[in-house]
Nanobody, 121 residues
């Protein structure tokens, strides 16, 4: 059974940085496409960053140049390094996984429980 467990969220001032982690377990063949999504209150879930099996990445326009997605296969962990954070980045952040490449579409089969990021002065 696939499990995704996010961590690393918290409160930070505008301009600050955070790194989110997503530990993933149970993927049958070890080859999975993964992504980070976020959802703010009253808004739809939006794709933030995605990474394919061959390490190709895609980002939402709103986070390009500020966020970096990476994968450590040896540790079964997905990361999202966030810098120059803005109040509009405040949201619950989720990691997602699937054996199909959905990029930034919320079509993934497996989801974590989320970790809250709050950017406020």
């Amino acid at each position: 059974q696939v499990q995704l467990v996010e961590s690393g969220g918290g409160s930070v001032q505008p301009g600050g940085s955070l790194t989110l982690s997503c530990a993933h377990f149970g993927y049958p063949d070890g080859r999975n496409c993964m992504a980070w999504f976020r959802q703010a209150p009253g808004k739809e879930r939006e794709g933030v960053a995605a990474i394919s099996v061959d390490r190709t990445t895609r980002y939402a326009e709103s986070v390009k140049g500020r966020f970096t997605i990476s994968q450590d296969n040896a540790k079964n962990t997905l990361y999202l390094e966030m810098s120059s954070l803005k109040p509009e980045d405040t949201a619950m952040y989720y990691c997602a996984a699937d054996n199909r490449q959905w990029w930034l579409l919320p079509m993934y089969n497996y989801w974590g429980q989320g970790t809250q990021v709050t950017v406020s002065s």
